[in-house]
């Protein structure tokens, strides 16, 4: 089959941008663990407050010891407004939407997701010590602006951790 020489140029292009592509999510995902934040899981919008899974907002330690946060955004605040995490320890964040779409984001981390009524999004990060102030970054409102919160991070060695969870809440 004769292939023209300009048709074989662009066909090898197309391969190694292709090839660029895959290797660059693959190191993405698999050596610097980025991954898409939401995971399906649903909870209905109306009831979140009163559900086991974020009755209680704030940090938590599961049965393993590791550490949750579950935060509750609503017009226009973060529930709970305030949080303090150990340092250089994996964080999982657990965060749902009672009214419209927000945007979580901590900014100056790897911490953001969409926070969709309806589902819960999730994703585990850690943070060096320092403060931190969680922005909302998607309009959803006049107070949008306004919609903030602090995160403290402390030295592992001086977070006072919550007790164990008695059962897993996910
Ligand atoms: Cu919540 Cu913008």
Redesign the pocket.
Known sequence: MNIDLYERIWMWGVGVVLALFFTSTAVAALGHQIHPPSHVETIPPGQALSDPRFRRQGVSLDQRGRVHARVV?L??TWLPPEMTLPADTPVTFHLTSIDVI??FQIVRTNGQSMVVPGYVSQFTTRFAAGEYLIA?N???GVG?HT?AAKLHVVPASQWKSPAREVADVR
């Open positions: 955004g017009m226009f927000h945007g909302c998607e309009y959803c949008h919609m």
